[in-house]
Nanobody, 119 residues
Framework: QVQLVESGGGLVQPGGSLRLSCAAS????????MGWYRQAPGKQRELVAK???????NYADSVKGRFTISRDNAKNTVYLQMNSLKPEDTAVYYC?????????????WGQGTQVTVSS
């Protein structure tokens, strides 16, 4: 069994910052990639940022230059530093992990954490 536990969401004013964390635990052999997706009301879930085991990253165009994804391999944890937040960043943010458990490659989701950007 693998679990992803997210933390760090909340309410912030425009221009502010938040840092999200996601820790993976359980029967993990290795992690290929971890990432963050978000879903705003009435919209589809979209990729925000992703980082592979080789530290290759990719970002949605809308967050480039403002968000930074990083990971701590020893802790199976991924972080998303969000700066210069805008109201349009308001969404539920979901952690995702593409990993090997019991030598089978599977994909897991966290429960989501709300980020609200509002004055």
């Amino acid at each position: 069994q693998v679990q992803l536990v997210e933390s760090g969401g909340g309410l912030v004013q425009p221009g502010g910052s938040l840092r999200l964390s996601c820790a993976a635990s359980g029967r993990i052999f290795s992690i290929y990639a971890m990432g963050w997706y978000r879903q705003a009301p009435g919209k589809q879930r979209e990729l925000v940022a992703k980082i592979t085991s080789g530290d290759s990253t990719n970002y949605a165009d809308s967050v480039k230059g403002r968000f930074t994804i990083s990971r701590d391999n020893a802790k199976n944890t991924v972080y998303l530093q969000m700066n210069s937040l805008k109201p349009e960043d308001t969404a539920v943010y979901y952690c995702n992990a593409d990993l090997y458990t019991d030598y089978v490659r599977r994909n897991y989701w966290g429960q989501g954490t709300q980020v609200t950007v509002s004055s």
